[in-house]
């Protein structure tokens, strides 16, 4: 029924997203009550060649908690420096017996044409900007526990949409969902031919909030600005950065979330966090989107390896 | 009954501190022959902003051995770069789903805080020059395993007490117990202000070492010399380490300890560690210590996670 | 009966070696069939102080898969910086609970002396230009699942045979099995007084090429080159890299090694990689090494571990 790989959300149809959150869902509730075997006796590549926390403790915790075993592979700290080739290394990695791969690049466009070349399941955990498909998928779920309503939901996503893998995945499924997705960027990290037809596209912030049921903050890579790609931090700051003024114009129900890690003071003041934990925590769902990563990534990997 | 956090060990009082101990010998009787499933189906964050070899290693197997899962978290291979603030870092790997953290950094005084903004069990593994309690846990259970009593035991600390974590442990719980510590330690390494009110304080370490039954050596930290806070180490080694002409002047029953890493050369010169681990090696309690700590780490894991 | 080490493969007799081959054959069976509990309880050192990813992942996924722990050490993120020895620290790891130590170093000759010091079987994963013991035996097992019987098998070693542990190990053991080797070779990588009494030694790859039953090709060290000691390497890939023109002279059945990784374009030319994948696939055993690691990993510390 699933295609072999999770690389692009646009290869699996509705029905198969919502089997997914619908595993997570019991992942949520049964995890820490029972012991899952589902990868009993598989041994799971991590491989990361791009520095990340949050993505690759999940997705080992996910691994364990389904009774797998964990082959991690980290290349700063490996044998690339040998002149391996990436494919070479991959190709190892699964000869040593490993039921799929989760695999991290900053490199856009490697994933398909490296999952052909094997036969397990090849899981992307964020392939440069073009997909962070399990990201969307957390997202997603995170929604509706929030009571949220996908028909008709309206997503404002916000800051660097050009290098984000994040949006392109929310942009591919989001909508499948009923969500209303709308934008708000500088125009350089908002180049006219992204933007999807019949979406709006905000050049303020301001303006956009009152629209939003969920402001979807976006990391602004700070790596970027010195590409000079970014506007400077604090002018970013000051025109897309969520402050006091900003919280007073949303929805009273509107809730608040970020892929992390944040950057304090950048894509949302420090005034506005504060405000924002004491007055309202419910409508922060950063770290439940933590949380629920890890239910998500169960999902796709009892769906994808575990039955295979 | 415990304190939530082990950070301070003037938080705990005799009675817990043996509750400890006594949990420790439990684990050193029966670690080998059954399995314990104590942490089972918990997840511990291990995070170490700060090199470590021996401390990281034991905990994370006193975890492993109480059938708890090890999340391992190294900054200096991940998003610390990506200017993640510390304590978002720490709720990020909580939200994952720990059960407690343990944690290292070299800055001290920063550990209180961030316990009090976590719910669950906050761990030092050793927090800069401020404490290092299961250190200080290990050695008492070790000087009590090479038959000494603690009641009017005397402890000679030797070396850099200023910038010692273990020495702050040590006279935060010794003086519980009954032990009477006593210091030898140039001056500039142990300033007036330091010295426990009744403590006895050589500036030199032969006229100490006949008053003690144990002759603790505290590590130089090399990286301290550049700040030129140590004398140079060959002048230390002259007047601070032990030495052969110095192991004459002990007692006969004295034993030695250290937390290691060694400095050879330094803190003992080869000669004297050469003699005695041939003549006496039974008073050497380095690797009893290092053994030790896995079990005096098991006990805490337990009593602080296990049954909570 | 066993060697307490593994180290210097010249310590076992043909039916100790024979033995291992023969649990190695179980495990192959057997591994992915069936949960083993060899290892269970058991904490094994994995401490590698040189580069290397798919020799410290088949050791470590060995261990799991016996049922045993990994106590990971790599001293490039560790406290080798504090100026620790090597002795010392080796120790320090046994003393934390180790049943055993796999060990990987750059430096020849430290191997037997630190195994001196430690009363637990101490397994060399490659110990510099010496040898390199486990990889001797899995190609010795994939020769023979390749279909070849060892009596009288010619296997020409092809390269960098001076700087190489692999070379060293096969010279070893491959004549107790009745192998007979050869080698092609520069001169300055192949030096008179290293070839084995009665041993051809070519300095032509394709004069060498049509005796051989298995070609094995040694990895080029890029390293060595930036030292002198290896000519440049379009030179070297002219005159002992594999090319089409080579495999044109070779016999039907002749097969293809390598311990991996490959330098493409340099020990054999994409055309000649691409030539064999395609048509012979059969005969290109590189995976097959890869995957059969993991087998006699796990015989050998099945043999010296589990059973001590």
Redesign the interface.
């Known amino acids: 029924m699933f295609a072999k790989d999770l690389i692009d959300l646009s290869s699996f149809s509705l029905g198969e997203l919502e089997s997914i959150l619908e595993r997570a869902a019991f992942y949520r509730e049964e995890?820490?009550r029972r012991?899952f075997r589902v990868l009993e006796?598989h041994?799971i590549t991590v491989s990361f060649w791009e520095?990340?926390?949050?993505t690759r403790?999940?997705f080992?915790?996910a691994i364990?908690e389904l009774g797998g075993?964990v082959?991690g592979?980290?290349p700063?700290?490996?044998?690339e420096?040998?002149?391996?080739?990436m494919e070479?290394?991959v190709?190892?990695?699964i000869?040593?017996?490993s039921s799929a791969v989760v695999f991290r690049h900053s490199l856009p466009g490697l994933f398909h044409r490296l999952a052909q070349k094997v036969e397990v399941p090849f899981i992307s955990a964020g392939e440069g900007c073009y997909q962070h498909p399990t990201q969307t998928l957390l997202d997603i779920f995170t929604m509706r526990q929030a009571g949220f309503d996908l028909q008709g939901l309206k997503v404002l996503m916000v800051g660097d949409i050009l290098h984000s893998r994040v949006a392109r995945s929310h942009m591919c499924a989001l909508p499948l969902f009923g969500v209303e997705v709308a934008f708000a960027a500088p125009p350089p990290l908002l180049p006219d031919g992204m933007v999807p037809p019949g979406a709006t596209c905000y050049r303020n912030l301001e303006e956009a909030l009152p629209w939003a049921d969920v402001v979807y903050l976006l990391r602004v890579q700070?790596e970027r600005q010195e590409q000079g790609l970014v506007p400077s931090l604090g002018e970013y700051a000051a025109l897309f950065g969520l402050n006091l003024a900003g919280l007073s114009r949303v929805k009273s129900g509107t809730c608040f979330m970020h892929p992390?890690?944040?950057?304090?003071g950048v894509e949302i003041s420090h005034e506005a966090l504060r405000a924002l934990e004491n007055v309202a925590p419910e409508r922060v769902l950063f770290?439940k989107q933590?949380?629920n990563?890890?239910y998500v990534r169960m999902a796709v990997l009892d769906l994808l390896v575990g039955s295979g």
């Open positions: 995890t820490g012991t006796g041994n520095h990340s926390t949050r403790l999940s080992e915790l364990k075993r082959v592979y980290y700063e700290t490996a044998s420096q040998k002149g391996e080739t070479d290394t190709k190892t990695l000869s040593l017996g700070k992390g890690p944040i950057n304090p770290r933590v949380k990563g890890l």
